[in-house]
T-cell receptor, first 115, second 113 residues
C-alpha cells in the first residue's frame, strides 16, 4: 500500500486477555518502530526492528509485551494478560534506513481499551 | 538521556494570528530535530526538520531554526489558518545506532475563524 497500515483501528478487550496488533509498513522500508501513546502524551518508544530482528527492544515495559517481524515486512505486537494500564494508542512507523535521518512514516494507530 | 520539552497546550488563536510553539531539548550527542503534526483522525506526519545548528526547516508556511546555543527548535508561522488546527510534536534523533526518535508530549493548536 501507499502508507503504513495498522489493524485493528480499535480493539476493546477485557483485563487478562491476549491481544495482537498488526502493522504493515511501507513497501521497501526495512526499519520498523512501535510506539505507545497515552492520552495527552507524546509517542513513547517500545521496540525497533531492522529487517527481521529486533535491534532495540529497550522500550518494552515488561515481559507481557512481545513483537515479531518474521519476514522483514509485517510486524505483530503481542500483549499477554492485558491490564487496564495498557490502554493507549499503539503506533507503528517505518523508515528507509538508506536515509538514516530518524524521519519516520506513521500509521494511524491501533487504539486499545482494556476494560 | 535524550528528552524534549514542549509548551503546554492548548494554544488557541484566531485565524491569521502569529504562532509560536516552544520546544527545547536535551541530547547525548548531536541531534537532528523534527516537528511532526497530527491532524484529527490521521497519523503523525513529518512537518519539517533540521539536521545541524543554524539550519532552518520550513514547510507549509511553518518554520523552525535549530539553535544549539539555546538547545531550542521553536515552531513559528506568520499567519495561521483554521486548517492548521492539529497536535504538533517536537522530536529529536541522535546520530549513530538506530536513530530512534524521542518525542515531546505534543501541543494542541486550535485556530478559530
Amino acid at each position: 500500500g501507499a502508507g503504513v497500515s495498522q489493524t485493528p483501528s480499535n480493539k476493546v478487550t477485557e483485563k487478562g486477555k491476549y491481544v495482537e496488533l498488526r502493522c504493515d509498513p511501507i513497501s521497501g522500508h526495512t526499519a520498523l518502530y512501535w510506539y505507545r501513546q497515552s492520552l495527552g502524551q507524546g509517542p513513547e518508544f517500545l521496540i525497533y526492528f531492522q529487517g527481521t530482528g529486533a535491534a532495540d527492544d529497550s522500550g518494552l515495559p515488561n515481559d507481557r509485551f512481545f513483537a515479531v517481524r518474521p519476514e522483514g515486512s509485517v510486524s505483530t505486537l503481542k500483549i499477554q494478560r492485558t491490564e487496564r494500564g495498557d490502554s493507549a494508542v499503539y503506533l507503528c512507523a517505518s523508515s528507509s534506513t538508506g536515509e538514516r535521518t530518524g524521519e519516520l512514516f506513521f500509521g494511524e494507530g491501533s487504539r486499545l481499551t482494556v476494560l | 538521556g535524550n528528552s524534549v520539552t514542549q509548551m503546554e497546550g492548548p494554544v488557541t488563536l484566531s485565524e491569521e494570528a502569529f504562532l509560536t510553539i516552544n520546544c527545547t531539548y536535551t541530547a547525548t550527542g548531536y541531534p537532528s530535530l523534527f516537528w511532526y503534526v497530527q491532524y484529527p483522525g490521521e497519523g503523525l506526519q513529518l512537518l519539517l526538520k533540521a539536521t545541524k545548528a543554524d539550519d532552518k526547516g520550513s514547510n507549509k508556511g511553518f518554520e523552525a531554526t535549530y539553535r544549539k546555543e539555546t538547545t531550542s527548535f521553536h515552531l513559528e508561522k506568520g499567519s495561521v489558518q483554521v486548517s492548521d488546527s492539529a497536535v504538533y510534536f517536537c522530536a529529536l534523533s541522535v546520530k549513530g545506532g538506530s536513530y530512534i526518535p524521542t518525542f515531546g508530549r505534543g501541543t494542541s493548536l486550535i485556530v478559530h475563524p
